[in-house]
């Protein structure tokens, strides 16, 4: 007899648009019309399957064209945060009960309409958070993926568990859910990362309060009416978008939460992990914190490099999307041996990098994210400037829209702030190394540990930097991003957060609990 999971396809990733194809751009340039003819809709809360309108209101903007209103979503109150807690304690009871086979059917349905509907999905993103084409395609392939990935593997945790067998004895081991978890995903990834974190949740058989990034509320609400309209019943996911000092310490601190989900920056996921360890009033449970945080990642040039493929690799991960990925190359050391043809190398490919309105598929290059984050790296940009060389960028480019340069800053000292400092936009510093040891030895000099890159012909090198370069996910000769799901578990060491490997095999685990049960023979 077959199980569930032996008679479903193998998972493949899918595979991302290089929008060659003029179908595909057909479909695109429709899909953009068509979401831009919505601009300026309203998002309700949606608390136990009930939509709720509110007086206050989350204005999402394009970042391109910031008097443009992509969407107006309901910003939810205390007493409506804890209204949410309440339907999710309710809902759990029955979710809790229901099938692996149940809740995976109901993931499969969602990764099918989205693959439906990819390209209008694609064009908010491109929006709201300012996504190239290609980068918002791949960002909606990775929440499929994730869909279809972590349905597979719920069915995978619901077989029988292996146990050393006994005699005299009938054991088994089971994974049960946590019960109510808060999901509080990043505007960077604001479809894949949302999705994967909400599904992971409850496809595990919790239930959740999802609360967005203000910068990139209305895709999650889309993700959640698509979660209705395949049947997930009412208070399994409850909509509750809000300012983080209004609600988000509320739901984080309250006795009912047993799990808080989060991709975001350092010091809120630090404070998340703070106040989530206070024990509150009628609270029966140590909370489980899951933090990806934030990177300063390095990609590694050896003297015996291919220096144009490093080139590449390096242009690639440090300014696609604007740099604003965790994953991002924000620090390129490269060897002295080959420093100087680097930089200048690297100078000219950066001069080709195109960057303006995203909905032009020409354009490489979008705007950062909001004022405030054109402000922050601005202020980076001017530190840069007196700690190394200005070799591209350090300017804003018009006046409408969050646009910044591609900027390169060189001769940079391994402990700047620039090469300390988490920027989080497309600021690109290149620091000197003297030798493969010194360089080894910076690439590890900062409080994070994300991802990272080694650009090298030398067998010998590869066999050192994965025993000596500290990150979670490692690459060679290829670029620092564009981490596959199931492929590249993802997720880093130190300040980078709690390395919960999203995308596989072991992250499903982090939303269950194991249960040995034992019968005498």
């Known amino acids: 007899m077959t199980s569930t999971l032996e008679r479903i396809a193998p998972f493949q990733n899918e595979v991302i648009k290089n929008f060659q194809d ?3 751009v057909a479909a695109m340039e429709a899909a953009l019309a068509s979401v831009k003819s919505r601009f300026g809709a309203h998002y309700p809360l949606v608390i136990d399957g009930q939509k709720i309108e509110t007086e206050k209101k989350i204005r999402s903007l394009n970042p391109a064209d910031p008097s443009q209103v992509v969407g107006l979503t309901s910003s939810a109150s ?3 945060a804890l209204s949410a807690i309440d339907a999710a304690v309710r809902a759990f009871e029955t979710w809790k009960k229901t099938s692996a086979q149940e809740r995976a059917a109901y993931l499969f349905k969602a990764a099918a309409l989205m693959r439906e509907r990819r390209f209008e999905y694609d064009a908010l993103l491109t929006y709201e958070v300012g996504k190239s084409w290609g980068e918002a395609d791949g960002d909606i392939a990775e929440a499929i993926d994730f869909l279809e990935f972590y349905a597979r593997e719920a069915l995978r945790y619901a077989q029988p568990q292996p146990v050393v067998p006994i005699a005299g004895e009938q054991n088994e081991l089971v994974y049960i859910p946590l019960g109510v978890g808060a999901i509080i995903p990043p505007w960077n990834f604001a479809g894949a990362i949302m999705a994967g974190m909400t599904a992971a949740a409850i496809v595990s058989g919790n239930t959740v309060l999802l609360k967005p990034s203000s910068d990139s509320a209305v895709i999650a609400a889309w993700f959640v009416d698509l979660l209705a309209e395949v049947g997930v019943p009412n208070g399994v996911v409850n909509f509750v978008p809000g300012s983080g000092s209004v609600i988000g310490d509320l739901i984080v601190a309250h006795p009912q939460i047993r799990f808080i989900s989060f991709t975001g920056s350092k010091e809120v996921g630090l404070h998340i992990n703070e106040l989530a360890a206070k024990t509150a009033p009628g609270q029966k449970w140590i909370k489980r914190v899951v933090a990806e945080m934030g990177g300063k990642d390095s990609i590694v040039v050896a003297g015996d490099a291919d220096v144009d493929a490093a080139v590449e690799g390096v242009a690639i991960s440090a300014f696609g999307f604007q740099g604003q990925k965790c994953s991002a190359c924000s620090r390129a050391i490269v060897d002295a041996s080959i420093y100087d043809e680097f930089v200048e190398k690297l100078k000219g490919r950066v001069a080709k990098i195109t960057v303006g309105d995203p909905a032009d598929r020409a354009n490489y290059m979008g705007p950062v994210v909001n004022e405030s984050a054109l402000k922050s790296i601005s202020e980076y940009i ?3 400037k007196k700690e190394g060389r200005l070799i591209h960028g350090g300017g804003r480019i018009g006046e409408t829209g969050y646009f910044l340069e591609p900027t390169v800053i060189a001769d940079v000292d391994p ?4 090469s300390q400092e988490e920027i989080f936009g497309p600021v690109l510093a290149i620091i000197k190394a003297d030798d493969f040891d010194h360089a080894m030895e910076i690439a590890n000099n900062t409080e994070f540990g994300l991802t990272g890159s080694l650009y090298t ?10 025993e000596e370069f500290f990150v979670g996910n490692l690459y060679f000769n290829r670029k620092s991003t564009g981490a596959f799901v199931g492929v590249h578990p993802f ?6 957060g709690t390395d919960s490997k ?8 982090l939303f269950m609990q194991a249960k040995t049960m034992s019968r005498k023979a």
């Open 22 to 24: 003029p179908a595909d």
């Open 78 to 80: 205390k007493e409506q």
């Open 382 to 384: 001017e530190i840069g």
């Open 415 to 418: 402990m700047a702030r620039i």
């Open 457 to 466: 012909s030398d067998e010998s090198k590869i066999a050192r930097a994965k």
């Open 491 to 496: 997720g880093g060491f130190n300040m980078s």
């Open 502 to 509: 999203a995308g596989g095999r072991d992250y499903l685990l």
